[in-house]
């Protein structure tokens, strides 16, 4: 069920960004010949006063087809797209990306809702024997603003940035009594586990140079209990060699020993917090609900721009990227490890908001064949035609989107065999 829900999702996607073209070229006047929901052979089609209207028979994408779009005459029609003024062809190619971000929006807002609260960024309180308590160290009333560079904006910015900057110095501006301050945090350590039985070893290194430090071992019990729905769940107790109490937890830990349990590798990096800090709590009204959703929208942009610097960087291989198929089965895979049917779909739901926030985000960046590859273009052929006083033929631009399209096939036919192939190999181990 939820792979027939994430190829409706995906394609619904997609189907809203192209829909976000029509109505802006509608708007101006352009002629639509073809508006088509899918890709492929038609199923469906309704011919309209003069646009068809087609389903197609593959799911995944989607097009608006717009009189004279890459016409090369002299005399375009004028209604044709390129008969428009350039700041309606600009507003027609970015219209399909702000589709996608309002129903992102819509889709959060109606997610958050019905939150009661949202943890800030704003120390309340430490747990007892905090060991970096003080005026040279942390304090109640400190509010986190920046780690290493990124905008700190609610809690669990914290621990994500903290986790993408593992290995390394966490760098933090907090703001005490109105004044932004520079605090580094103390942790110059990596801990790897080990897990035998009922035992976790956590052995404890430096960055630098890998010596270890130090290791110690921690025990667990599962104690069996029960939620308000009567469904079993596990509560984990942790314990230091000396029995005492660690943390407990229903969830996170739980998908750790699983993870060690099922990992190839010897071992494997994460944090037990042994001393628990505490938030202060905004309570949720429509107004912090609609600057929340404005927070995760520009959370997931943020999000796309870490992903791209990494694949840049070489720290995420393109073998590690998920095309079409790829993008299923993550939806696929989050409504099964959702503990009820309601929240698989809940959870599904909230997966498609990011994607089409990155379905937007991707489509406007300056690469041809994408939107904003045309948006550039235009931009650059007035900048062009100021210069030299003479109109820019548009057989250039065509020439130039032919051939980044055929490299966009190329990749998505890779990503798809690579999709393919990881679903078959998990398929074949599991």
């Known amino acids: 069920m939820f792979i027939v829900l994430g190829i409706l999702a995906f394609g619904l996607i997609i189907a809203i960004h192209e829909f976000g073209h029509y109505i ?3 708007l101006f006047n352009v002629k639509v010949n073809e508006f088509a929901i899918g890709m492929g052979p038609k199923l469906l089609k309704k011919q309209g006063k003069e646009t068809l209207y087609t389903l197609r028979a593959l799911p995944f994408g989607g097009f608006c087809s717009m009189e004279g779009e890459h016409q090369e005459g002299e005399e375009p029609d004028p209604r044709s797209f390129l008969s428009q003024k350039r700041w309606r062809r600009i507003v027609i190619l970015a219209a399909g990306s702000v589709a996608n971000f309002i129903a992102a929006f819509i889709i959060i807002f109606a997610l958050t809702a019905g939150m009661s609260e949202f943890s800030s960024t704003t120390l309340e309180r430490v747990h007892d024997n905090f060991p970096y308590e003080g005026p040279a160290e942390l304090m109640a009333g400190d509010r986190f603003v920046e780690l290493n560079g990124e905008r700190l904006i609610y809690n669990p910015d914290i621990a994500l940035f903290q986790n993408l900057h593992a290995g390394a110095p966490h760098i933090f501006i907090i703001e005490r ?9 103390r942790i110059y350590r990596q801990h790897r586990y080990l897990l035998d039985g009922d035992v976790l070893y956590k052995y404890i290194y430096r960055y630098s140079d890998g010596e270890l430090l130090t290791y110690e ?14 469904e079993r769940q596990y509560r984990y107790v942790f314990r230091d060699d000396n029995g005492n109490l660690i943390t407990e937890d229903y969830e996170i830990y739980p998908r750790i020993i699983n993870m060690l349990n099922n990992s190839d590798e010897e071992s494997l990096s994460f944090n ?4 628990e800090t505490h938030f202060t ?5 429509v107004l912090e609900t609609i600057r929340f959703s404005g927070y995760q929208m520009f959370n997931y942009v943020r999000m796309i721009r870490v992903g791209l610097a990494m694949m840049i960087s070489g720290a995420v291989g393109i073998n590690e990227t998920a095309g079409i198929v790829g993008i299923v089965d993550i939806m696929n895979t989050v409504g099964q490890q959702a503990p009820t049917t309601g929240a698989g779909i809940i959870a599904i739901v909230s997966l498609a908001a990011f994607i089409a926030v990155n379905v937007a985000t991707i489509n406007l960046l300056p690469i041809p064949a994408l939107d904003g590859g045309r948006i550039l273009f235009t931009v650059l052929s007035w900048a062009i035609e100021k210069i030299t006083r003479k109109p820019l033929n548009p057989k250039y631009e065509a020439y130039i989107n032919t051939g980044a399209f055929v490299l966009l096939i190329g990749l998505m036919i890779f990503l798809f065999y690579n ?12």
């Open 24 to 26: 802006a070229a509608k």
């Open 177 to 185: 009594d109105g004044e932004l301050i520079e605090y580094e945090s």
């Open 272 to 275: 037990i917090r042994r001393y």
């Open 281 to 285: 709590v905004i309570e949720n009204n």
């Open 419 to 430: 999709d393919i192939m990881r679903i078959v190999t998990r398929l074949m181990v599991g």
């Open 217 to 230: 071992r921690i025990s667990f019990e599962r104690h069996d209990e029960y939620n308000l729905d009567g």
